[in-house]
Nanobody, 125 residues
Framework: QVQLVESGGGLVQAGGSLRLSCAAS????????MGWFRQAPGKEREFVAV????????RYADSVKGRFTISRDNAKNTVYLQMNSLKPEDTAVYYCAADKNPYGYSIIYSAYDYWGQGTQVTVSS
């Protein structure tokens, strides 16, 4: 069973930065596509970013493109989300997710097999 543990969330002022980490254990991390999703109160969970198993390909939601960067370190079984120029509308619980399909690269949350518990990001105006 794969376990995912997010960290790095917190309270930041608009324009600031945070880096989220997601540490994986119990599986073959280097074969999983990894995604970040977020969910704000009263809203559905939405796609933020995805990185392929090798790390060679990434994709972003239009709302975060140019501000957020997803990366991974397969030697450390960890995926990161660097968030810059944060806005109040980025406030949400952020989740990392693993897709055990080695060719996975989905923006759809139902494609993912494993989820972390989430970490809160709050951006004040």
């Amino acid at each position: 069973q794969v376990q995912l543990v997010e960290s790095g969330g917190g309270l930041v002022q608009a324009g600031g930065s945070l880096r989220l980490s997601c540490a994986a254990s119990g599986g073959t991390f280097s074969t999983y596509a990894m995604g970040w999703f977020r969910q704000a109160p009263g809203k559905e969970r939405e796609f933020v970013a995805v990185i392929s198993a090798s790390g060679s390909s990434t994709r972003y939601a239009d709302s975060v493109k140019g501000r957020f960067t997803i990366s991974r370190d397969n030697a450390k079984n960890t995926v990161y989300l660097q968030m810059n120029s944060l806005k109040p509308e980025d406030t949400a619980v952020y989740y990392c997710a693993a897709d055990k399909n080695p060719y996975g690269y989905s923006i759809i949350y139902s494609a993912y097999d494993y989820w972390g518990q989430g970490t809160q990001v709050t951006v004040s105006s």
